[in-house]
C-alpha cells in the first residue's frame, strides 16, 4: 500500500536516493536514516501491524521529503548541519496527517467510504485532544512546561 502510493509519484527505492526497508522487527520503532542528503537516505520500517505503525512509516517518510528534496548544491556545511528541527518535524508530521486522511484511506488503503470517514474523524478528535492539553499544561505550568527536567518533576508528583 504504501509502496503503490511511492510508486505512483515516481518515488520509490533509488529514485531521488531515497530507500526504503521493511526488514525492521516487529514492535521496533520506524525511523530515517540521512547517510548523505539528498543522495542517500534510508526509511527503516517496522511492519505495519495497525494505524500507529502506518503513521509512524509516513512520519518518517516526513522527514525523509525534506532530505531527499534538499538542493544538492548548497555547502556541505548547509545541507549536512543546518536543516532546521523545526522544518523537519513540519514535513513528517504533514506526511502523517497525510496518511489519515479520509481521501488518502480510501484511495491507497482500500477502506470504505464509512470507514475512511471515521478514521478521518478519530484522528482529528485525538489531535484536538492533544491540543487542548498541551494548551491546559502550558497555561498551568507556564513556559517552565518546556524544560524537560522541570516538566518531568512535576509529571513525577
Not at 1 to 14: A, D, Q, T, W, Y
Not at 56 to 65: C, D, I, K, R, T
Not at 128 to 150: T, V
Request: glycine content about 8%; proline content about 3%; overall charge negative.
Amino acid at each position: 500500500m504504501v509502496f503503490s502510493f511511492l510508486e505512483s509519484k515516481g518515488l520509490i527505492n533509488g529514485k531521488h536516493g531515497l530507500t526504503i526497508h521493511t526488514d525492521g522487527k516487529p514492535g521496533r520503532q520506524s525511523y530515517c536514516v540521512p547517510v548523505e542528503i539528498p543522495r542517500d537516505i534510508h526509511v527503516i520500517c517496522a511492519p505495519v501491524r495497525g494505524w500507529m505503525d502506518w503513521e509512524a512509516w509516513f512520519h518518517e517518510l516526513g522527514h525523509a521529503f525534506l532530505f531527499i528534496f534538499t538542493d544538492p548544491d548548497l555547502l556541505i556545511e548547509e545541507r549536512e548541519f543546518f536543516i532546521s528541527g523545526g522544518v523537519s518535524e513540519t514535513f513528517a508530521f504533514l506526511f502523517q496527517r497525510l496518511s489519515m486522511k479520509k481521501q488518502f484511506t480510501r484511495i491507497y488503503l482500500g477502506l470504505s467510504r464509512r470507514d475512511a470517514d471515521t478514521v478521518d474523524l478519530d484522528y482529528f478528535l485525538a489531535f484536538l485532544a492533544s491540543g487542548f492539553i498541551e494548551r491546559w499544561l502550558i497555561q498551568k505550568y507556564g513556559d517552565i512546561w518546556f524544560q524537560d527536567e522541570a516538566a518531568w518533576n512535576i509529571l513525577k508528583k
